[in-house]
C-alpha cells in the first residue's frame, strides 16, 4: 500500500484510519454492536456507529469503502463525543453466546488432534 500510494495509484487527502477489535474475544463489543458474523468491518465517526462493510476483497475494497463512509459522514465542524460508549449487550445473549460451542475453535482443535495423530504414526 505504501508503494501504491508513492506511485500515485492512492490520491494523498484523504485520511482514513482503521483500528481493530477481536469481537471473539472481547464478545461485549460484539454483542453491543449487534455482531452476527466474523469477519465483521464497520466504520466509526465521532463516536457513532456507521455503516458495516459488505464484500470484502483485497486492500482496495477497503480503501474504496473508507473513502465512501468518510465522505458520507465527514463534517468539518464535526465534535467527537467523548461520552461514547459500546452499547450494552443483553446479558442473556451473552452468556448464551459464551456457553455456545464456536465452530472455529472445533474445526481447529480437530485439525490440531488429525495432525498430532498423523504425527504419532510416523514415529
Known amino acids: 500500500m505504501k508503494e501504491d500510494r508513492e506511485s500515485g495509484k492512492i490520491p494523498k487527502g484523504v485520511d482514513i484510519r482503521y483500528g481493530a477489535v477481536n469481537a471473539r474475544v472481547f464478545m461485549d463489543v460484539g454483542e453491543g454492536f449487534k455482531i452476527t458474523g466474523h469477519p465483521w468491518v464497520a466504520s ?8 458495516d462493510m459488505a464484500g470484502m476483497g483485497g486492500w482496495t475494497s477497503f480503501y474504496e469503502w473508507g473513502k465512501k463512509e468518510h465522505k458520507r459522514l465527514w463534517k468539518a465542524d464535526g465534535v467527537a463525543n467523548l461520552e461514547a460508549v459500546v452499547p450494552v449487550a443483553e446479558e ?15 474445526k481447529m482443535a480437530e485439525r490440531a488432534a488429525k495432525k498430532a495423530g498423523k504425527n504419532k504414526d510416523e514415529l
Do not use: C
Open 44 to 51: 466509526f465517526y465521532l463516536g457513532k456507529k456507521g455503516e
Open 92 to 106: 442473556a445473549a451473552l452468556d448464551a453466546d459464551r456457553d455456545a460451542e464456536d465452530p472455529e475453535k472445533v
